[in-house]
């Protein structure tokens, strides 16, 4: 399974950003993660394979939210109202074929797949 992110790029605090993941598998939950210079990688949102079960970190909830659109293979992260401590590497992960439909794990060793990351930078 090969993942593709883009969709970086500079933002004023307060501003958005969508990020877009292409050429994910249908049939698996996926996830978005994100690693500041210097820090760990850390969760961000999950998403299951359909769509019925989503899962945020507190620190981007009620700003952040996870979609995905099988029909064209994507999976998007809409950013609203960033803040510098947004500033990261952002990455997209994909478990591994799983059939349970509310599948949504928020560790990062439950995903089997990444992508090369994108860089988001929220400065003035």
């Known amino acids: 399974v090969q993942l593709q992110a883009s969709g970086g790029g500079l933002a004023q605090p307060g501003g958005s950003l969508r990020l877009s993941c292409t050429a994910f598998?249908?049939?698996?939950?996926m996830g978005w993660f994100r690693q500041a210079p210097g820090k760990e990688r850390e969760f961000v949102a999950v998403i299951s394979r359909r769509g019925s079960v989503t899962s945020y970190s507190d620190s981007v909830k009620g700003r952040f939210t996870i979609s995905r659109d099988n029909a064209k293979g994507t999976v998007y992260l809409q950013m609203n109202t960033l803040k510098p401590e947004d500033t990261a590497v952002y990455y997209c992960?994909?478990?591994?074929?799983?059939?349970?439909?509310?599948?949504?794990?928020?560790?990062?060793?439950?995903?089997?797949?990444w992508g090369q990351g994108t860089l988001v930078t929220v400065s003035s």
């Open positions: 992960a994909a478990t591994s074929a799983n059939a349970r439909t509310f599948y949504a794990p928020v560790q990062k060793a439950s995903y089997a797949y």
């Open positions: 598998a249908l049939d698996r939950a």
